[in-house]
């Protein structure tokens, strides 16, 4: 079973390691109304993986952090949506049109 998350996060997220109870922690990260949480798995090894994964983790959010700080300080203008999406037109789709979505040439 696969699952994906996608966040886009909004001024005002971050993430922050909790104590619901004594002796339990999670990693919480995200703001109003979307959360993602990370727990230790209850069975022989969860501690060590989960140590594993959440410096994985922080280590690709950190390179991530910097790619991002990076297009922010040398991006100068946003170029026009034809450019960034050149095989999509914007027109509006017609009445009695049943595709919803935006179509592609």
């Known amino acids: 079973m696969s699952i994906h998350v996608v966040v886009q996060p909004l001024a005002g997220y ?4 909790v104590s619901p109870s004594p002796g339990v922690r999670q990693l919480v990260a995200g703001g109003e109304g ?7 798995p209850a069975r022989i090894g969860g501690l ?9 983790l922080a280590g690709a959010a950190s390179e991530f952090g910097e790619w ?9 203008h946003s170029s ?3 450019e ?8 509006s789709p017609s009445l009695g049109d049943e ?5 592609v040439e």
């Open 14 to 17: 971050g993430a922050e390691v």
């Open 99 to 103: 595709t919803s979505g935006l179509p």
């Open 48 to 56: 060590s993986d989960t140590a594993r994964f959440a410096r994985s």
């Open 84 to 91: 960034q999406w050149p095989n999509v037109r914007f027109d």
């Open 34 to 40: 979307t959360t993602l949480l990370v727990q230790v």
């Open 80 to 82: 026009p949506l034809t």
């Open 68 to 76: 991002c700080e990076t297009q922010n300080r040398t991006r100068s």
